[in-house]
């Protein structure tokens, strides 16, 4: 790594994403490494666990971490500047960087608007002045509120000079600011939850320039979207200059494929003309791989193959990620051979718009796979058996691909049987997963559907009719009670009725 670095250091310099930009993942982290010392003679001390940072498995294993932990502010503030153009906020963020903020999201009219039907969101909607573009939701942190109150209010009357934003509101309440971020999580959470509406997939999202290039770079990027007849989501973390930009294409129609490649080709070059980073902080994963090229430039792939081969020489770790990616329509979840389930239901699925719509809503976040140290509840079997089936990912991955390959066979499936078979149907994931996945009804369509094709088992109807079974055992409890402690008759309920 040290000779590579050494002899390349310059090249790499030139090549690599503008280093004003703080969020940049695009490749392997060479310029991070070559800004160290001795390739940097006075630069920070030689560590390659840098390089490790985002290179999405594909050099190492980690098997343990020692991470820096930092203490929490004393103090924090907001001011929610609203603006009726995305160019105008981009402008006000030049402004914003020079008062130290600890963050400066940007959230559009898009997301906002999601949160309109939701009962609990709705009110957090307190402090927006009618109905913006979009916001910045710009947080300050410190030790003492009173200072944080007035760089604040100072902020929000420069604004107002600069003509900036027509609303400027901030606030400091621990509950008002929380039901702010609230907002802001769910309205992201409520447009994933949008299933077939939702605009998918995400293939240019991630992209970071620097803060002062964002009002011409979001400008061109909407040029691009206008030749191509299509429009945006913006989500932004608008301080260090990333994008998460959401053009909505069709991908099971061929038009809408060749529209997303030709958006992410534009794109590409469009980051490389600002010399920004193709992805900022989730990765280049599969969906950005192919264009790695395009935004370091040809002379750079060799060194990145050859530090995959130092690292990795059998390619063994993760393969396809970073160096040799499938094209970017390979592998799509929803393409033109993707046929959407058409089955009859028990459920009407008004509120999801379909059965179908509610099976495709899982976006694959996997945020079913956290553990209970995480907090919250989803998924308790996955909790148990760490196993991805038993999960609600796993479970809606299963149920998109049965129904949309098998139709109304799927019912009969003895493998969704199985998946479904630890699901406690507690609705922890129908709050919890950011998708709104209600795993529970799903499983209760299913099983409706199961038993139907297939009937149902002796032990199955003895538990299906309690209002029966139970009133007739209570009128003759003593003898009932002494029947079921005999040993033969434990033995023929477990035989015949499953029960232990
Ligand atoms: S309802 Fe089922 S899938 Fe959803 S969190 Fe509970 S156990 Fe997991």
């Not at 609230?182 to 959470?189: I, P, Q, Y």
Request: proline share 6%; aromatic share 8%; glycine share 8%.
């Amino acid at each position: 790594m040290m000779d590579l670095l050494k002899k390349h250091r310059d090249e790499i310099f030139d090549h690599y994403p503008h280093p004003d930009i703080i969020r940049r993942n695009t490749g392997y982290a060479l310029d991070r490494m070559c800004e160290m010392d001795p390739i940097t003679p006075g630069g920070r001390p030689f560590n390659l666990a840098e390089l490790l940072c985002g290179s999405e498995g594909t050099l190492a294993m980690t098997a343990s971490a020692k991470v820096n932990l930092v203490p929490l502010p004393k103090a924090k503030t907001l001011v929610i500047p609203q603006f009726t153009s995305i160019r105008e906020a981009m402008r006000a963020t030049v402004e914003i960087v020079k008062w130290n903020p600890a963050a400066v999201e940007l959230v559009d009219d898009i997301i906002l608007s999601a949160t309109k039907g939701n009962i609990e969101q709705s009110k957090n909607r307190f402090f927006l002045d009618g109905d913006p573009k979009c916001i910045l939701i710009i947080q300050f942190e410190g030790d003492d509120l009173d200072d944080l109150e007035k760089h604040a209010a100072g902020l929000a009357s420069k604004l107002k000079k600069l003509g900036l934003g027509y609303a400027h509101p901030f606030l400091s309440e621990p509950d008002k600011m929380k039901r702010v971020w609230d907002l802001r999580k769910a309205g992201l959470g409520l447009l994933m939850g949008l299933g077939r509406k939702s605009p998918s997939p995400t293939f240019v999202e991630d992209t970071a320039v620097r803060v002062e290039d964002l009002p011409d770079y979001v400008a061109e990027f909407q040029q691009i979207l206008d030749s191509h007849n299509t429009s945006c989501v913006f989500y932004a973390h608008a301080s260090v200059g990333e994008l998460h930009l959401r053009p909505v294409v069709d991908t099971m129609k061929p038009e809408g494929i060749e529209t997303m490649k030709q958006i992410a080709g534009e794109v590409a070059e469009l980051v490389k003309k600002y010399r920004g980073s193709l992805s900022g902080e989730h990765g280049d994963g599969r969906a950005r791989a192919p264009y790695i090229e395009t935004v370091l430039g040809k002379k750079m792939m060799p060194l990145l193959r050859k530090t995959k081969e130092i690292w990795d020489p059998e390619y063994r770790f993760n393969p396809g990620k970073i160096l040799d990616p499938k094209p970017i329509d390979s592998d799509l979840r929803f393409s033109p051979d993707y046929n959407r389930p058409d089955v009859p239901t028990a459920f009407n699925w008004r509120k999801a718009e379909g059965f179908d719509n509610a099976i495709e809503q899982c976006n694959g976040a996997g945020v079913c796979r956290k553990l209970a140290e995480s907090g919250g509840t989803m998924c308790p079997s996955y909790h148990a058996t760490r196993e991805e089936k038993d999960n609600t990912r796993g479970r809606a991955n299963l149920f998109r691909q049965l129904f949309s390959g098998k139709q109304k066979e799927a019912f009969r499936s003895e493998e969704l049987k199985e998946a479904l078979d630890l699901c406690l149907s507690c609705k922890a994931c129908k709050s919890e997963c950011p998708a709104n996945v209600d795993m529970a009804k799903m499983k209760a369509e299913f099983m409706n559907g199961y038993h139907k094709e297939n009937g149902t088992t002796a032990g199955e109807r003895f538990f299906g009719q309690p209002e029966k079974l139970y009133p007739l055992a209570s009128l003759f409890a003593p003898i009932t009670n002494f029947i079921n402690k005999q040993v033969p008759t434990k033995a023929i309920l477990e035989k015949i009725f499953g029960i232990d």
